[in-house]
């Protein structure tokens, strides 16, 4: 799946480079020639990035702007990604990363290159992959234990793009279940699943209503990573909504840009289920929890339709004004659920209303929460992995919305402050430290924005990991 990465201590003959530094007077003699070195500092002068082709290989030369350090990490990433593109063409069977400026840019230049290499060509009779066989790293301050935590952090991100570009003919909530069962058996969680029979048992109200439509069945999957050496009692409860499909059930969806991505409608289950994923293989010593409600919303003739009133998990009842807002009734489910566990922290993560995209675009996901000194950190997180979270409040104003006159609640709300509204109807399932993350902006892409591919994108999971990371 990936290279070779490994150290050296010295350059390498007649091998594809990329050299990184704050100034051409730092490009050693011996390795270009006066020519190259001249061409280099001219081109240098006009961008921060130029090329020198050679037989049989090339020289990359990335020049490393003054920025602040999040930002100058996240154009080391860029950097890497635009090498990658040189490889694609190029196709060299190793290459090695020389760092000779004075900044730590070189891990995160090769995070560029593995996370800008992933395609999803399951279904394509013409492979398109591309790796080079070996990277080799010329730089003391990194460890084997930082390229080793690199790798399974980006293999996360491929799980989390995988699921999420996974057509519903493939995966529904049940074969959802089973992709997690396998990711917890490769990386040591553990993975509990109940189906329909349990759920209904457990009158887990919300998540039943939105599959009253599907020929298929719902699923609820628990993930837990639980070591001996685990540094929190409590633990921490990640939730993802899990609807594999969403028509928008009666209240059906247009198709431009709206119904015909809705795949993607289950990516803060695959965030949740790859973050877990990444903690389990590298062993971090923290108790989590993973909760994915997950089934299809469809318009079939037994629906759940607007007028109706359900029953939650946790009694509250709640008026149906639409069915296109349904990934809200299934959190609320596994918010509830979540209680029984007594958590120091959720967070949920969820595409959950259009308009966090129209407030952030594909730029930031939108949080809100009760927890303060954790939104914080949440936000240092955000800026480090550049995967940026913009707060939005959680007035009291919001939820007068939600009232109903027939039930406690109903799941809709006004159309404006949409997804603070959301928020509130949220906050009502909860009784503890809480987050959520509302990453419907920027789960799917249509267009490639350097590391970032078209379709999954995999956001959210490095923000979580850096984050439980350094959870105390």
Known sequence: MFPKVSKIKELKKNCTAVIMIDDPSQIPDFFLSHPEKQYI????????????????DFVFI??????????QSDSARKAGSDFYDL?????????????????N???????????????????????????PDEIYLLDDNISDKDIGELKVLIEAVFYTRNLVNEPL?????????????????????????????????????????????SPDPPTFSIIEWNPQDSKNLKPVILVGKGVVYDTGGLSLKPTHKSMDYMKSDMGGGAVVAATIYAIAKTKLPIRVIGLIPATDNRPDGNAYVPGDVITMYDGTTVEVRNTDAEG????????????????????????????????????AMIAMGNSPENMQKMKQSGESVFERLIEVPLWEEFSESLKSTVADLNNLGDREAQTSVAGKFLEHFTDYHWIHLDIA???????????????????????????????N
């Open 169 to 213: 003919s493939y995966l529904n909530a049940t074969r959802l279940s089973e992709e997690i069962e396998k990711m917890g058996s490769e990386a040591g969680f553990t993975v509990e699943i109940f189906n329909k029979k349990k759920i209904e048992a457990l009158r887990m109200g919300g998540l039943l209503a939105v599959n009253r439509g």
């Open 328 to 363: 809200r009734l299934l959190l609320a489910d596994a918010l509830s659920y979540a209680k029984k566990y007594e958590p120091s922290l959720v967070i949920d993560v969820a595409t959950l209303t259009g308009s966090a995209s129209i407030i952030a675009g594909k730029h």
């Open 41 to 56: 500092t001219e081109k240098l002068e006009t961008n921060n990035k130029c090329k020198v082709f050679r037989h049989p």
């Open 105 to 131: 840019v070189t891990l995160t230049f090769l995070e560029g290159i593995l996370l800008s290499s992933y395609t999803f060509s399951k279904y394509k009779k013409n492979k398109e992959d591309y790796l």
């Open 441 to 471: 902006g920027v789960t799917y892409y249509h267009e490639k924005d350097s590391y970032r591919p078209a379709g999954g994108t995999g956001f959210g999971t490095r923000l979580l990991y850096n984050f439980l990371k350094k959870f």
């Open 87 to 103: 490889l694609k063409e190029e196709k060299p069977e190793s290459v090695q990363l020389i760092r000779l400026s004075n900044k």
């Open 62 to 71: 990335y020049k490393i702007k003054e920025e602040a350090g999040y930002r």
